[in-house]
């Protein structure tokens, strides 16, 4: 988020909500790793991208409809799907793209994430992208910890996953590393639940 990071300011402190859109994976030759990251405001500037220029049209109107549903939305977007190759996705990769509104009152603490990142200290979101749909399938699509060396803000939902996703994001904060993991509900790594 470095190269969205002024934006984000500006538009954090007026209180103004954006939605956030952040490449989670990429497979073949994605034009963007990881982390890549596009963010919308609610008045319809744009900052960064997350695939170079090839997917950032849809990925700008899955921003407005996240902006007024509040529901975040996972995207996958390649070469073999038809709307991917209509908006220009033509390198024969493939990616996942998280949406997300960002506003004080559904990530409270995405001040300190930025001044943090300002101030190149160590810090990690680890974002629930994708979890099970049956009642009871806690945790929810969208959930977060924000994490650094010592500290940790937020929930997950269910004790066991929050232990392993800090294990797993602490190891990665040391790494320099941004990466999918997969988990059971409980935090079991063996498992693809959330």
């Known amino acids: 988020m470095r190269d969205i990071l002024n934006a984000l300011q500006d538009w954090w402190a007026t209180s103004q909500p954006l939605a956030l859109a952040t490449v989670v994976d990429v497979r073949k030759s994605a034009p963007r790793q990881p982390g890549a990251a596009m963010a919308v405001s609610s008045d319809g500037e744009v900052a960064g991208s997350v695939s170079g220029g090839c997917v950032e049209g849809a990925v700008f109107q899955l921003a407005q409809q996240v902006l007024d549903s509040g529901v975040p939305e996972l995207v996958h977007y390649g070469y073999s799907d038809d709307e991917a190759f209509a908006v220009g996705l033509t390198c024969g ?25 300002a101030a190149e200290t160590p810090v990690a979101v680890a974002t629930v992208i994708d979890a099970p749909s049956e ?60």
């Open 93 to 117: 990769g493939e990616l996942d793209v998280f949406v997300e509104r960002v506003d004080p009152t559904t990530v409270p603490g995405f001040g300190r994430l930025l001044e943090d990142i």
């Open 135 to 194: 009642p009871g399938g806690d945790p929810v699509r969208g959930a977060r910890l924000l994490v650094g060396p010592d500290w940790s803000e937020g929930t997950l939902g269910i004790e066991g996953l929050e232990v392993a996703v800090l294990d797993d994001a602490r190891g990665m904060l040391e790494q320099g590393r941004t990466a999918e993991r997969r988990y059971g509900r409980h935090g079991e790594r063996r498992l693809d639940d959330v």
